[in-house]
């Protein structure tokens, strides 16, 4: 069974510019998070999505963030226009449907250079 | 301000020996605790978790304690192996309210030297 795929694995942007980066969940997934890790500091919160919907996306930074879901499958997070402070890594996770223990499955994280 | 502290960045122990890994934390709804282990250039995988009802959970070589009275939780890893080593961190969650979002701590650093 595959698992929750990221894509890119890493990314090398200026500031100013646009990234998009893709999760595709492990099928059958309804929960879908999105984590952030800023070097040497603990993982945060950005969002989280039940199927299409956003459930609660309090840790999004502001508003160059945009996370889409698109028929409750893979999803995708805009960072538009990036700034140097938006670098760090970016993890994917997904659950079953029914609210459980807090086990998430995470993917390999997308790594964004914001130079 | 953060819910969930490791005040140790990094440790490092003999294999064959015990590994314990730290966590503190504030907020009292939490109801579940869980450990991840990360290796480099991957994602957290999950290793263990204790519900806030109990106050020991043990998986093989891999042993949680909870104290809720002092808010702290620890990993114990017996007998440590080199495979070990990777970063750890601790989580939180709360099964109330809307969001089942899992607040982090900053993760240690394990060596385990062969």
């Known amino acids: 069974e595959a698992g929750v795929t990221q894509f890119p694995s890493h990314s090398v942007i200026e500031k100013g510019q646009t990234v998009t980066l893709r999760c595709d969940p492990i099928s059958g997934h309804d929960n879908l998070y999105w984590y952030r890790r800023v070097m040497g500091k603990e993982i945060k919160f950005l969002l989280h999505f039940v199927k299409e919907s956003k459930q609660d996306e309090s840790g999004m930074p502001n508003n160059r963030f945009l996370a889409e879901r698109t028929g409750g499958t893979y999803s995708t997070l805009k960072v538009q226009p990036a700034e140097l402070e938006d670098s760090g890594v970016y993890f994917c996770?997904?659950?079953?449907?029914?609210?459980?223990?807090?086990?998430?499955?995470f993917g390999e994280g997308s790594r964004l250079t914001v130079l | 301000d953060q819910q969930v502290k490791q005040n140790s960045p990094s440790l490092s122990v003999q294999e064959g020996r015990i590994s314990i890994l730290n966590c503190d934390y504030t907020n009292s709804m939490f109801d579940y605790f869980l450990w991840y282990k990360k290796y480099p250039a991957e994602g957290p995988t999950f290793l263990i978790s204790i519900s806030s009802i109990k106050d020991k959970n043990e998986d093989g070589r891999f042993t949680v304690f909870l104290n809720k009275s002092a808010k702290h939780l620890s990993l114990h890893i017996v007998p440590s192996q080199p495979g070990d080593s990777a970063v750890y961190f601790c989580a939180a969650y709360s099964a109330q309210g809307g969001s089942e979002k899992l607040v982090f701590g900053k993760g240690t650093k394990l060596t385990v030297n062969p």
């Open positions: 996770a997904s659950s079953w449907g029914a609210r459980g223990t807090g086990e998430l499955f």
